[in-house]
């Protein structure tokens, strides 16, 4: 990113810059583009764990309490 885009960004009002001069916020963005790209290998573990079946078995499990609190809140004994 070019300090010029920054001033175009801030003179359409998209982006406020309260960190310093325009070309101290594109060094950080420029940064940043190279630092948080992730490494494939450190998410390899999860994504060979099968989470997909657990959310689901969850998800369903939360829908039946839902119903059965829903239930005896209408149907209270009394």
Known sequence: M????????SDAGIQHNGLGTDGEVAKLFNK????LVPSLMTYSEVKRIRWTFLAFV?????????????????????
């Open 2 to 9: 070019e300090p010029k885009m920054l001033r175009e960004l």
């Open 32 to 35: 940043m583009n190279t630092i």
């Open 58 to 78: 969850g998800a369903i499990a939360a829908l039946l309490l839902s119903a059965l609190q829903t239930y005896y809140t209408i149907h209270q004994p009394k």
